[in-house]
Every structure is written in C-alpha cells, then in structure tokens.
C-alpha cells in the first residue's frame, strides 16, 4: 500500500460511513458495499490501479451481491443456533464469497458461497490465526481512542484480499 495510505484510509471510510447508514437501507446496501470493497481491495494488494468508484462496483451485480449477504447471514445464523463455535466457522468458510463474486461477477451467488467453502478447505484454522493477529492491533488500536483504525481497516482488508489471492494459488491444483 506504499504511496496509497491516504486513498485506502478515505475510501475505506467512506465504505463505513455508507454502509453504516439507516438500518433498513444499510442491510440492502452492504451486500453490493462488501463486494465493491472486496473488488477495491483485490486491486490494492495486487498494486493495480484504483479509485472511489470502484467502492460501488458491487452495485453492478446489485441482486447477486444482495442475495450472497442475505445468504450467508442466514446461513451463519442457523449454524449459530447450533452453537457459537459452528457459527464462526461456517462465518470463515464463506469469507471469500465477495472476492469470488468481484472477480466473477456473473457467478450464483451460491455458487460463490460454494466456492469460498472449497478455497477454506483446509485453510480455516489459518485464516482464524490471522483473524487473531489483527485482533491485538484491535486492541492496540482502542488505547489510541480508535484513531489507529483508521490505518488497521485498510490493513487489514488489503491482507485478507492477498490471503484470498494466495488461496486460489494454493488451489489451481485442485482444479476448483
């Protein structure tokens, strides 16, 4: 992100400030939301070229990205009922639906969710190490009254698209 601290710091922002408005609009937004930022985050730690609109990428694949969320929301919750822990790893399992659904935007989004469970298989207990590890800058973050999330967010999203670059390395080999 060398050079770009000021527009991921921005854009990420902006994607806070968006997302988090009125309840009702905030859960018809976020799907479309998530995915353009999945998308701009792809770009940025691939050091592509990027820029604001491509934040609101994910409006141009509105009813599949719209439809993934609302998905994995229930989805989430129904393996939750079970217990907490099934819940958080059904959460992980579909952690890379919105970089699936930004790179191939014509995709199902079931499609999507069942590609993200096959790129985790086997990777889950390393992305919830990652998870952690951002967890004490978390923590760090809080004592500076929540300044320092304004570099941790960006980080943090660039890291998990490069985490989700190195998945589809990782399985070219299984053909998925």
């Known amino acids: 992100m060398e050079g770009r601290w000021g527009f991921a710091i921005g854009t990420y922002l902006l994607y806070i400030l968006i997302s988090g408005c009125i309840p009702p609009i905030s859960i018809i937004i976020s799907g479309p939301m998530t995915q353009g930022m999945a998308g701009l985050s792809l ?21 599949n990205a719209l439809l993934a969320y609302l998905l994995i929301i229930v989805f989430v919750i129904l393996w939750s009922l079970l217990l907490f822990i099934p819940g958080i790893i059904a959460a992980i399992s579909y952690s890379q639906t919105f970089y699936v659904l930004s790179e191939d935007p014509a995709i199902d989004p079931m499609d999507a969710i ?63």
């Open 114 to 176: 069942n590609r993200s469970m096959a790129l985790m298989n086997g990777y889950k207990a390393k992305y919830f190490r990652l998870c952690l590890r951002f967890f004490g800058w978390s923590l760090l973050c809080c004592l500076t009254l929540g300044i320092g999330f304004f570099w941790l967010i960006p980080w943090i999203q660039v890291t998990f698209a490069g985490f989700y670059d190195d998945l589809k390395r990782n399985n070219v080999s299984s053909n998925i």
């Open 43 to 63: 770009k940025l730690s691939r050091r592509q070229q990027s820029d604001v609109p491509d934040l609101f990428t994910g409006f141009n694949n509105f009813w």
